[in-house]
């Protein structure tokens, strides 16, 4: 299983950025897709997840009501769409899938994981 991320980019406080999330060598439309980040010094958070057919996600309080996850089965692709965003969003996100041991969108382990997608926030 590959995941590769892509549209990570430098923008500004209150900006917006859709990041995406190409899976292949699975069945993409079977597995829940999960998104986290890492910000200099900090360890991986995990920001947001979405079930194998889109029905339910979940996410960070940090980011809850200004990040979207969604997914399209058809082109094994997943979506972060972040709105308004902040300096303190600057971190290498990451996808992830496979999880292992999970409670709702939230696992123990994830077995397969993207390379990262710097996203970068300031004036």
């Known amino acids: 299983v590959q995941l590769v991320e892509s549209g990570g980019d430098l923008v500004q406080p209150g900006g917006s950025l859709n990041l995406s999330c190409l899976t292949s060598?699975?069945?993409?439309?079977?597995?829940?897709i999960y998104w986290f980040r890492q910000r200099p010094g900090k360890g991986r958070e995990w920001v947001s997840g979405?079930?194998?057919?889109?029905?339910?996600?979940d996410y960070a309080d940090s980011v809850k009501g200004r990040f979207t996850i969604s997914r399209d089965n058809d082109k094994n692709t997943a979506y972060l769409q972040m709105n308004s965003l902040k300096t303190e969003d600057s971190a290498v996100y990451f996808c992830?899938?496979?999880?292992?041991?999970?409670?709702?969108?939230?696992?123990?382990?994830?077995?397969?994981w993207g390379r990262g997608t710097q996203v970068s926030i300031s004036s």
């Open positions: 992830a899938t496979w999880g292992d041991n999970c409670s709702g969108l939230k696992c123990k382990g994830y077995d397969y």
């Open positions: 060598g699975s069945t993409f439309s079977s597995y829940a």
């Open positions: 979405i079930k194998f057919d889109g029905a339910e996600a």
